[in-house]
């Protein structure tokens, strides 16, 4: 070969390898590292760390997702972070989307085309404050994300906050690629009561679930549920909540096995006694009328009340001559759950810092009725507390020996289950036994309606009880409310609008054991009367309904498919006057997305993304800072330069 | 490895022997600390994110001032045939070279540790995304000093070997700009500046970091071929 030759073959030879090289280089980066890869979050709070749930909802799309966020590209400084970590995060779901998922973020103000079609979805700028050379000027400024999957689009129209932008982002992505969720059913009391109009006497919170419902529909279709003419449980209601059962019929429980059995996810608050709130704690005895199926599903709740050292104590007001005191009294009914007892893997509960249980049962676990289904015990007592039958100072009397309960010795003492969950397959309670006949119901009187506080007893009240749950239960239930007809007006119930910020934290008896403040002294906020949309009433056709005269011609299912059902020995956290505390309010909502939305959707709970803001820094600081990094340093590395250059001379 | 070492103290030690080092140095961190202090009070967030972002702008124009002379200059002095017929491997110079600018460039990011110090004094810091940001500044300012080893093999002018690294520099972090990727998101896989955006957030991922050993594996591969090219000139 002549030297000419071999110079030219060693050349193209070099063209072909860079050619080679250039090639692995674009497949490697295009084609399979995008396929397989790790990523590490190294901040110190997972800021940018997305769920495993999150992963997969993301990796196994069938089409593209487009996530567009609308953000205006000036944003008082106070926002100016948010595009910023909502980009940030975007990038994640980009990144999982396996190509499918596309990104991305444009001003509406800038093009007036986009500014019509985001008006258009209803989304609107935000007026927001900001401070332009000393002056408070108003901006009109957008912050929301729109999500488009086919022909469906779910909008996130508020992301002002940061917190939980994961967790909706995700439901709008669940919302869009699954066409319909499963319907909650909510089984109520049977003598619980409307809420009552302003003004109107007689309202009684403890006996009132309108704000859990109406807080659920934000979120969910949910339908109240009727069985007690022996109508089926609609076939569409994937969850059913069953709160304070009471007296139900054997009718009743067939139908709600039956549910199970259809693979229907069941939660049970059921109390065995609750207080009158209006008739100075009047004892009101509950018979569930469940208490043989919930024992053939494994659960045991007993007929006693569980008293906790670790419990709240309650502001009582009492006379003592002319003066008017208020008491911190001990109050041992009402159970503050520590972390420590709180199951550490379930995601109803996993994340609950804390919880409040108010007259509160034992529960159990019947080993010989589980049948291998996994038990997960999720709330305990802690292990200072112990169980009565006789229930002392459920009133907290200021007369002699306030706050006196009979406590067993120390070693009496135990830790008493109260909340547990069952995942597995279930026999039927009605295996080889006849469909129970329908019973004719009878009409029970409500309890709260007929009270109200005997003027003379007003004073000794304990204003813990009177108003719990009133002022800001009301707020929440109508900012609820007005949240629900929205979505109604927005959508057929199934588009919803993205969830409800928690309910205000409650005032006096989410405190530590320390002194508590008095309640609101404003009269108690009466809940409005308000008419509801009452799916499984108003349309009795829609379901299998058989009015009493019918017989009954069913079909027992004998065993469920795989399924949950879940029971806390509490109805009182779900009632009126409790369910604004965040921690019943976050259980509720957990259990219902947890065995709604299954997997592990639920995990995306919110989490707080702070602005590590620094407080203004003096401005003779702020010079100095900026003397020594900006001019300093550099100074100092001419300096080790000339040093250098003085030696070498030298 | 031995022989790497050797050419890489060679390489530092022509550096710190004149003046460029010190004033590359200097000026680099001058520009970072001024850049990024110029809006720190304004929005004070204690995040040093503002300052990794003035690094991929300004390695674009800073680090081809370092890498030009690498080749060019042995080229142009007439050293590099000497060089080539020492008993080393060519890719032991090329790394050793390599390695020198790199060492250069770390002891200057180091010298920026009073930024994210300082306002860690003023609000504690999340060292994570830190972390993340001098581990994706390292990365990136290896793919110049890539880009720019490379350009200075092919050429015996300095200053062209400068503007081309600028120029291919800037091509392969300008394609990454929001503008562009929006419309071909496609460059996005192949922007220096896309890259580097994640890891300084404080997202480490295995596809970036091989991107950038790739990147920097393709330029120092190209440098390669062209010495061995010379052998046939």
């Not at chain 1, 039956?258 to 005895?285: C, H, I, S």
């Not at chain 1, 070693?411 to 006849?434: H, M, T």
């Amino acid at each position: 070969m002549s030297a000419k030759k071999r110079r030219f073959t060693s050349i193209l030879n070099s063209f072909l390898r860079a050619f080679f090289l250039f090639v692995i280089f674009v497949c490697l980066n295009s084609l399979i590292a995008p396929k397989h890869f790790t990523r590490v979050d190294l901040t110190r709070d997972k800021l940018y760390t997305i769920t495993d749930a999150t992963k997969s909802l993301v990796e196994d799309l069938s089409d593209n997702l487009i996530i567009r966020g609308y953000f205006s590209e000036e944003l008082p400084h106070a926002y100016a972070e948010i595009p910023i970590y909502v980009k940030d995060i975007l990038r994640e779901y980009e990144a999982y989307g396996k190509g499918r998922v596309e990104i991305e973020v444009v001003d509406p103000a800038r093009d007036e085309k986009v500014r019509e079609f985001v008006t258009g979805l209803g989304i609107q700028p935000f007026k927001l404050q900001d401070r332009d050379r000393d002056k408070l000027v108003v901006r009109n400024c957008y912050m929301s994300l729109a999500v488009f999957h086919l022909d469906q689009h779910e909008v996130l129209p508020d992301m002002t906050q940061m917190s939980s932008l994961e967790y909706e982002l995700s439901r709008a992505i669940v919302k869009v690629t699954k066409r319909s969720l499963p319907s909650i059913g909510l089984l109520v009391d049977s003598q619980a009561v409307a809420p009552a109009a302003p003004n109107q006497q007689g309202s009684n919170p403890g006996f009132s679930f309108e704000m859990v419902f109406q807080t659920l529909q934000t979120q969910y279709k949910v339908q109240k549920v009727h069985v007690q003419s022996g109508q089926k449980i609609p076939e569409n209601i994937g969850t059913l909540l069953i709160v304070r059962p009471r007296d139900l019929s054997e009718r009743e429980a067939f139908e709600i096995d039956q549910f199970v059995m259809r693979g229907g996810k069941l939660a049970v608050f059921v109390d065995t006694v609750t207080f009158d709130l209006t008739k100075n704690l009047a004892e009101v005895r509950v018979q569930s009328g469940l208490e043989d199926l919930l024992a053939h599903y494994g659960f045991r709740v007993r007929d006693e009340l569980v008293l906790d050292e670790n419990h709240f104590y309650i502001p009582v007001l009492h006379r003592q001559g002319m003066m008017q005191l208020q008491q911190n009294l001990p109050y041992p009914y009402y159970l503050k759950i520590n972390k420590e007892d709180i199951d550490k893997t379930n995601p109803v509960v996993k994340k609950i810092g804390n919880l409040l249980l108010f007259w509160a049962s034992p529960l159990e676990i019947l080993d010989d009725q589980v049948n291998g289904r996994e038990v997960v015990e999720l709330v305990h007592s802690s292990d200072k507390a112990w169980s009565a039958t006789e229930y002392d100072n459920v009133f907290p009397s200021t007369e002699g020996g306030f706050g006196y309960y009979r406590r067993p010795d120390e070693k009496n003492r135990e830790s008493f289950l109260l909340a547990a969950v069952q995942i597995g397959e279930f026999d039927s309670f009605y295996k080889g036994k006849e469909v129970p006949e329908v019973k004719k119901p009878e009409t029970p009187s409500s309890p709260g309606r007929s009270g109200g506080i005997p003027p003379g007893l007003q004073d000794q009240l304990p204003p813990g009880f009177q108003m719990k749950g009133a002022p800001g239960g009301q707020a929440a239930l109508e900012a609820a409310k007005k949240k629900a007809a929205e979505a109604a007006k927005k959508s057929e119930g199934l588009k919803e609008k993205p969830e409800d910020p928690p309910p205000a934290p409650p005032s006096s008896l989410f405190q530590d054991d320390g002194p508590q403040p008095l309640p609101n002294k404003d009269p108690v906020a009466q809940p409005e009367t308000q008419t509801e949309e009452d799916p499984a009433h108003d349309h009795p056709e829609d379901e299998a309904s058989s009015p009493s005269s019918k017989k009954p011609i069913r079909e027992i299912i004998e065993r469920s498919p795989e399924t949950r059902i879940l029971v806390i020995t509490d109805a009182d956290m779900v009632a009126d006057a409790n369910f604004r505390n965040a921690p019943c309010y976050t259980f509720v909502q957990n259990t219902v997305d947890w065995m709604t939305l299954g997997n592990e959707l639920i995990e995306i709970r919110s989490r707080g993304v702070e602005v590590p803001t620094i407080e203004e820094v003096p401005e003779s600081k702020a010079f100095w800072i900026k003397l020594l990094t900006i001019g300093g340093v550099p100074f100092f590395v001419l300096a080790l330069g000339f040093v250098r250059w003085i030696l070498r001379s030298s | 490895m031995s022989n790497t070492f050797a050419v890489m103290m060679k390489e530092i030690r022509s550096y710190i022997n004149s003046p460029i080092a010190f004033l590359f140095s200097s000026m680099l961190l001058g520009l970072i600390g001024y850049l990024f202090y110029m809006d720190f009070f304004v929005r004070p967030v204690a995040d040093v994110r503002a300052m990794f972002g003035t690094m991929p702008i300004l390695f674009t124009f800073f680090l081809p001032g370092l890498t030009m002379r690498l080749w060019s200059e042995e080229k142009k002095v007439g050293t590099l045939e000497t060089l080539l017929t020492m008993p080393m491997k060519n890719y032991q110079l090329i790394l050793g070279k390599f390695f020198a600018c790199l060492g250069l460039l770390v002891a200057t990011l180091v010298l920026t540790l009073p930024i994210p110090l300082t306002v860690n004094s003023l609000h504690p810091l999340d060292f994570g995304p830190v972390i993340g940001g001098y581990l994706g500044a390292i990365l990136l300012g290896a793919s110049f000093i890539a880009i720019g080893i490379f350009f200075s093999s092919i050429t015996e002018n300095q200053f062209v070997a400068f503007i081309l690294t600028i120029f291919v520099g800037a091509l392969f972090t300008f394609i990454g700009l929001d503008v562009i990727t929006s419309k071909l998101p496609f460059f996005a896989d192949f922007s220096l500046l896309s890259r580097f955006g994640s890891i300084a957030q404080g997202i480490v991922d295995s596809k970036d970091i091989l991107f950038y050993l790739t990147f920097v594996a393709l330029f120092l591969g190209l440098n390669f071929m062209t010495l061995e090219l010379r052998r046939w000139r």
